[in-house]
């Protein structure tokens, strides 16, 4: 048995370049640390409009937006595995990586590993939440060779002021 995550990958968008699904299972085998052993997520890679219309129905902004992690009832991951679901929008994430000055495979090495964390349970609604989560991003990202997001953000917040 595989110590990376299963990862099911649906593409229904078209164009541009999008990770192997070996880094996607990296990445994901990455923020579950060694609880990633027999687990198992699906990816499905959406446009905008899709994105958009998650976001509305099951969070309440009217936006498109980056990634969505929807976790697996708990019996669901107890009895086979199953970690959840990543709605990811390329089109978002590539905008994002270009606004950020920062490379598409970083983006989506953090949006991957944010989502995993997601659905691991972690979150940031509360500022303890985030500050804990962030740390693990942050720590999770410095393994995969890739920079902090966060710093990057900030330093270019105040670039801009």
């Known amino acids: 048995m595989s ?16 990770p192997a ?6 990445w994901a085998a990455a923020a579950l640390g060694a609880r990633s052993r027999g687990c198992e997520i699906s990816v499905l890679l959406v446009g905008p409009a899709a994105s958009r219309a998650l ?34 929008c390329p089109a978002m994430l590539r905008a994002e990586a270009h606004a950020q000055h920062k490379s598409a495979h ?12 997601h ?3 972690y979150d940031h609604e509360r500022k303890d939440e985030a500050v804990r989560m962030e740390r693990r991003e942050i720590r ?4 995969l060779g890739v920079a ?14």
Do not use: K
Request: hydrophobic share 45%; net charge positive; with cysteine.
């Open 21 to 26: 699904a070996r880094e996607f299972r990296r």
């Open 55 to 88: 976001n509305a129905r099951y969070r309440g902004h009217d936006q498109a937006t980056n990634v969505l992690s929807f976790p697996a009832p708990p019996g669901a991951a107890a009895a086979c595995g199953l970690l959840g679901d990543l709605v990811i």
């Open 140 to 143: 999770v990202l410095r393994e």
């Open 3 to 18: 110590q990376w995550p299963a990862v099911s990958i649906v593409r229904r968008v078209r164009g541009g370049w999008l």
């Open 106 to 117: 970083a983006h989506w090495a953090h949006l991957v590993v944010h989502g995993v964390l």
């Open 148 to 161: 902090n997001p966060y710093r990057m953000a900030s330093a270019r917040a105040r670039r801009s002021v």
């Open 119 to 121: 659905l691991a349970g």
